[in-house]
């Protein structure tokens, strides 16, 4: 069983950046794809980004493209986001979550299946305006 836990959540200001991590025990996620998602008070949780198991290809939701990116560090098994150009609408839970089993498929492949299985307890982030 995977355990993952988030950190690097916070208060910042619109326009500002924060940098999300994911570090992993239990498991060794090296062949595994990974994903990050949020969720907003009375809202859905919502996909944020994916990448594969080697880093090589990643996967964005539209609101977040071009301002976030995903990525991996195998040997600290660990993930991160980088969140630039921070909007209030991004203020969220943000939580990361583990492929259930190794496929080697891309992560928007995984999404579509709903094949992210594992998941952590998320880090707040909050952008004011």
């Known amino acids: 069983q995977v355990q993952l836990r988030e950190s690097g959540g916070g208060l910042v200001q619109a326009g500002g950046s924060l940098r999300l991590s994911c570090a992993a025990s239990?498991?060794?996620?090296?062949?595994?794809?990974m994903g990050w998602f949020r969720q907003a008070p009375g809202k859905e949780r919502e996909f944020v980004a994916g990448?594969?198991?080697?880093?090589?290809?990643?996967y964005y939701a539209d609101s977040v493209k071009g301002r976030f990116t995903i990525s991996r560090d195998n040997a600290r098994n660990t993930v991160y986001l980088q969140m630039n150009s921070l909007k209030p609408e991004d203020t969220a839970v943000y939580s990361c979550?583990?492929?259930?089993?190794?496929?080697?498929?891309?992560?928007?492949?995984?999404?579509?299946?709903?094949?992210?299985?594992?998941w952590g307890q998320g880090t707040q982030v909050t952008v004011s305006s």
């Open positions: 979550a583990a492929e259930s089993s190794p496929t080697y498929n891309a992560p928007s492949a995984v999404l579509r299946r709903g094949g992210f299985g594992s």
């Open positions: 239990g498991r060794t996620l090296s062949s595994y794809a």
């Open positions: 990448i594969n198991w080697g880093g090589g290809t990643a």
